[in-house]
């Protein structure tokens, strides 16, 4: 079945320096993608998005990249700040409405 | 303006009691989902509403599932009989329309059954 996963559960990053998280998706058929951060007692808030049809997205101080032939994608932060510590997940979606997440990682920013 | 909202936070319950999950969506925002993350996992879809209309509940685990929304704004998540096996932080989400993408989540309610 189609699924979402991470490579690494845990990432920590020291303060000010840039972290990657990357993601694998199995489901060929997803035509958008979201990258969403939770942090302790909250619901996911969106960070970025980007479609099948793109291959990277910039946003505020984050990028999302997209290698639809490996199905992958990835999501750097620039500079990264304390606030920025928190569970990250992927999300993806083709031919319906539901996301499916991946299991998320947990990026620790270390001051 | 203000966002998704979700009562009650957390919710503790005994096995076998009848429990609802309430849902307030973003004002004008007509697709509704739910969903279920158990802890250390990423969220995992129940149902979808489109106005009042259920369009997806392939994500309901059993029949003790049930989810409404009548008016097409306000849901409610029920479940019936709760098992030790439905604890976990219910999260609602809500979205401009059909095909629009962004999800806005709430912060979920807790359930606990002891």
């Known amino acids: 079945g189609e699924s979402v996963g991470l490579h690494l559960p845990t990432l920590s990053v020291q303060e000010g320096d840039n972290s990657i998280i990357n993601c694998a998706y199995s489901?060929?058929?997803?035509?958008?993608f979201i990258w969403y951060k939770q942090e302790s007692g909250k619901g996911p808030q969106f960070i970025i998005d980007?479609?099948?049809?793109?291959d990277k997205r910039q946003g505020q101080r984050v990028t999302v990249l997209l290698n639809k032939t490996v199905k992958h994608l990835s999501l750097q932060i620039a500079a990264t700040q304390p606030g920025d510590s928190a569970v990250y997940f992927c999300?993806?979606?083709?031919?319906?409405?539901?996301?499916?997440f991946g299991t998320g990682t947990r990026l620790t920013i270390i001051p | 303006g203000a966002g998704v909202s979700q009562t009650p936070s957390n919710k503790v319950t005994e096995k076998g009691k009848y429990v609802e999950l309430r849902c307030d969506p973003i004002?004008?925002?007509?697709?509704l989902y739910w969903y279920r993350q158990s802890l250390g996992q990423g969220p995992e879809f129940l149902i979808y509403?489109?106005?009042?209309?259920?369009?997806?509940d392939s994500g309901l685990p059993n029949d003790r599932f049930f989810a409404v929304r009548p008016e097409g704004s306000v849901s409610t998540l029920k479940i019936q009989r709760t098992e030790r096996g439905d604890s976990a932080v219910y999260l609602c989400?809500?979205?401009?329309?059909?095909?629009?993408?962004?999800?806005?989540f709430g912060p979920g309610t807790r359930l606990t059954v002891l």
């Open positions: 989400a809500s979205s401009t329309d059909q095909g629009g993408d962004e999800q806005f």
């Open positions: 980007i479609r099948s049809n793109m």
């Open positions: 489901n060929s058929a997803s035509d958008y």
């Open positions: 004002s004008g925002h007509t697709a």
């Open positions: 509403f489109q106005g009042t209309g259920a369009a997806d």
């Open positions: 999300a993806e979606k083709g031919g319906n409405e539901k996301l499916t």
